[in-house]
């Protein structure tokens, strides 16, 4: 069945809730265990309805944010979710205090019941309407990035196919299209302040109802962080000063050299090659069918997935008017159906977003037979694995894609992956100061941003631009609004793909080994389980980061670009 076939039904969440809750008083009056797994089946069925209809509703919007029709249905599961929220915690406080906690346990293994155990912590129903504006809130600052119109060259553009232009060989262009760019958040900026204050304040409340001192340790267990925490974070963060923001440094001075510019601007960032990035030849549908190929050549589980995927019309991946501007990988239970979206610009993301959304995709196909829904997927940290990982299996296949400048995308894609973990970490610490002082105003945010830019990349020079230089680049960042304390996984996790890139450098077959079986293990174990799982280091030791730096720069500096 093809997407546009899936049917989509509004559940009915009073009668959803009512049937959850006489489940749940079931389980917890089971006699036996058999029952009690019985019951437990019937209760994952029923949140497995409520899911589908939840993603079918979530891709639609995105696909079309001015579409009426998904529109409401957003809204609706804004207000939906977190009443769902509230029944599954209570099943989660029941299997905890089940009395047959230790067969449930080897039935469905531990990490279920690490999971349950974090998550009653999350909830309460006195948090349940600060929840719903917690939602809403995000869908504000969705809505406002979907609607960009920005006059360029002509044209009346969306922020990604603007952000194309920020990556061509003239200096110029890169400059003015930068500048539409920013324009947009600048004329957005009390608006974008204004969403991001309450859902400071809306958070922070929702964290003091809990109990909790912060937001910080709330999205940590939100996000089911249950072998690491802040402090661990916190020294990450420093490891990641010590050994990789003095090295991209360095490389920065060496682009700046190559693009024979005096001075390395914000506009040039994120051009690595003076004659332009190499982008990947032909339209979006050839670019399609050459991944079919790709992945059909990379094993028999890529192929299949691949074709999968193709047949069921499960990507959308074209940028146009009204089309959220992100890239996500979402999850259709009942169809057992991922679904990749991206927005094609014609540059080089395209073929890295594909194949980081694929990466998330095949993870979820692998793992889409677990019974239970905890397992579709990791925590984040993990998902970012699989998907920064299969970025870096696509490099014999780029010539595919590229043509004789596949060697320079190799270049580009490994220089980009080292240069982003700066930001990426930067991003991770203005979370946590932001959440530990929630009374700052909108010009303390943006004052400890630019001065959190200055530390983690120094090389950084504004041109000029105000509303740069006084702080705001960060209300560009959807994970901020829409994903808190997200962003580090993706550090986290490029420390972690940067392992397999090396394992697949150095043998192809024991590398997709270790990585089929990270995918097989879905969400059933935690991150340092499963990083353990796939015979990787932990990126928490120093050891581990310094490593990692040291082979990319070497691999740099051998190339002859």
């Given amino acids: ?20 809750r006489n489940l749940i008083e079931s389980f917890k009056k089971a006699n036996s265990f058999e029952q009690a797994r019985d019951i437990l089946n019937q209760i994952n069925q029923l949140r497995n309805d409520f899911s589908t209809a939840s993603a079918i509703a979530t891709i639609r919007y995105c696909m079309n944010t ?3 029709f998904y529109k409401k ?12 929220e509230g029944v599954i915690v209570e099943l989660y406080k029941a299997l905890v205090s089940s009395p047959f906690k230790d067969q449930l346990q080897k039935e469905f293994g531990n990490q279920l019941f690490t999971i349950a155990q974090l998550q009653t912590k999350t909830f309460k129903p006195e948090v349940l ?3 719903i504006l917690e939602n809403k809130l995000g869908t504000e600052y969705s809505n406002l990035v979907s609607s960009a119109k920005i006059p360029f060259e002509g044209q009346n553009l969306t922020l990604p196919q603007v952000a194309a232009f920020m990556q061509v060989a003239d200096r110029q262009v890169r400059k003015k299209a930068a500048e539409a760019y920013f324009s947009f958040f600048e004329r957005n900026e009390e608006k974008t302040d204004k969403i991001y204050d309450q859902l400071v304040e809306v958070r922070t409340k929702i964290a003091h109802k809990l109990g909790y001192e912060n937001f910080v340790q709330l999205a940590y267990d939100r996000l089911g962080r249950s072998d690491y925490n802040p402090k661990m974070v916190a020294k990450f963060r420093e490891a990641i000063k010590k050994y990789i923001v003095p090295v991209v440094s360095e490389l920065r001075e060496e682009q700046r050299k190559r693009l024979e510019v005096d001075v390395l601007k914000y506009y040039d960032f994120s051009v690595v090659l003076k004659e332009g990035n190499p982008k990947p030849k032909g339209e979006p549908d050839e670019i399609i069918q050459k991944a079919r190929q790709m992945y059909e050549e990379m094993s028999p589980e890529t192929g299949e997935f691949f074709n999968f995927m193709l047949e069921d019309e499960l990507m959308d991946l074209k940028s146009r008017e009204g089309k959220y501007p992100g890239g996500f990988c979402h999850f259709i239970p009942n169809y057992k159906s991922p679904f990749i979206f991206a927005n094609f610009n014609g540059t080089q993301d395209d073929v890295e977003v594909l194949t980081h959304e694929a990466g998330h995709a095949f993870q979820v196909y692998r793992s889409r037979n677990f019974t239970v829904p905890e397992y579709y997927w990791p925590t984040t940290e993990s998902c970012e694995i699989h998907s920064m990982s299969m970025e870096f299996f696509a490099w014999p296949w780029l010539e595919l894609f590229y043509g004789q400048d596949a060697e320079k995308a190799k270049f580009v894609h490994l ?10 970490t930067l991003v991770d610490e203005f979370q946590h100061l932001v959440y530990e002082n929630p009374s700052m105003t909108p010009q303390q945010r943006k004052k400890l941003w630019r001065s959190l830019e200055k530390i983690y990349m120094p090389e950084l020079d504004y041109d000029g631009n105000k509303f740069l230089e006084n702080g705001g680049r960060w209300h560009r960042q959807t994970h901020i609004f829409e994903s808190p304390f997200y962003y580090i996984d993706y550090v986290l996790a490029q420390i972690c793909a940067f392992q397999f890139w090396i394992k697949w450098e150095e043998n192809r077959k024991k590398a997709f080994e270790d990585y089929l079986k990270l995918c097989d293990a879905g969400g059933s174990k935690s991150f340092m389980e499963l990083v353990k799982l796939a015979n990787l280091s932990s990126p928490f030791e120093e050891e581990t980061i310094k490593k990692v730096a040291e082979k990319v720069v070497l691999w740099l500096e051998k190339q002859k670009i």
């Fill in 1 to 20: 069945m093809k997407f546009s076939e899936f049917v989509y039904q509004r559940p009915n969440v009073d009668q959803l809730e009512e049937k959850l």
């Fill in 66 to 68: 001015l579409d009426d």
């Fill in 73 to 84: 249905e957003k809204e609706y599961f804004d207000e939906a979710s977190p009443r769902m």
């Fill in 129 to 131: 309407e600060d929840l």
């Fill in 415 to 424: 220089s980009s992956a080292l240069f982003f973990i700066p930001y990426g």
